[in-house]
């Protein structure tokens, strides 16, 4: 079956610092999908992409389709401590039987003052 | 417009028992999707229902069981609860392109 993989697992950074996490399929998809969730909650959709090279700003997240539908990246630029949590990239492809959302495993990110 | 709804918020739950979990979709989603997600683990795929059928279901045992009523809302049932099923599940409903995540249902079992 269709598979995520996102790096990096985790993240330690200063306040301040720019952020970029990535996620790569072994196959193609139509659209890509960036989630945070926070401690107890559930994730918050950040960015939605559909076109292949689509490149996505929302205030300081900026996301890219890859060229390739394989990837997908995300950047945060300036972190704040409020970006802490965790991340995940989420893939869907409608041609196939699965139409369901498949998740990254997550890129847990800190941020310290 | 409303957002995705669980419930119930907690549920305690003691070995062997069953639990139900409840999640009502967006209004005009059709899609909705269950996911397990344990303590500091990600996202395990659990089902999905489309127009009232299942569509796909992850790799979980047979005990994991739901349904998705006319309303387009949907129940997961846990039969023979292990210790193992605690965790936070997550219900998602979704639109052709954008999934949407409820509050979740945190279920400990003792």
């Known amino acids: 079956g269709q598979q995520l993989n996102q790096s990096p697992q985790s993240m330690f950074i200063q306040e301040g610092e720019d952020v970029s996490m990535n996620c790569t399929s072994s196959?193609?998809?139509?659209?890509w999908l960036w989630y945070k969730q926070e401690p107890g909650e559930g994730p918050v959709l950040l960015i939605a992409l559909y076109k292949a090279g689509e490149l996505t700003s929302n205030g300081r997240l900026t996301a890219q389709f890859g060229i390739t539908r394989k990837d997908s990246f995300l950047n945060i630029s300036a972190s704040i401590p409020s970006d802490v949590g965790i991340y995940f990239c989420?893939?869907?492809?409608?041609?196939?039987?699965?139409?369901?959302?498949?998740f990254g495993k997550g890129t847990k990110l800190s941020v310290k003052p | 417009e409303a957002g995705v709804t669980q419930s119930p918020t907690h549920l305690i739950k003691t070995r062997g028992q069953q639990a139900t979990l409840r999640c009502s979709p967006i209004s005009g989603h059709t899609s909705v999707y269950w996911y397990q997600q344990a303590l500091g683990l990600g996202l395990q795929f659990l089902l999905w229902y489309d127009e009232g059928e299942e569509r796909n279901r992850g790799n979980f045992p047979p005990r994991f069981s739901g349904r998705q009523f006319p309303n387009y809302s949907s129940e997961l049932n846990v039969n023979a609860l292990e210790l193992e099923d605690s965790a936070l599940y997550l219900c998602?409903?979704?639109?052709?392109?954008?999934?949407?995540f409820g509050p979740g249902t945190r279920l400990t079992v003792t």
């Open positions: 989420a893939g869907r492809n409608y041609g196939g039987s699965q139409g369901n959302l498949i």
């Open positions: 998602a409903s979704s639109s052709s392109f954008q999934g949407f």
């Open positions: 196959s193609i998809f139509n659209t």
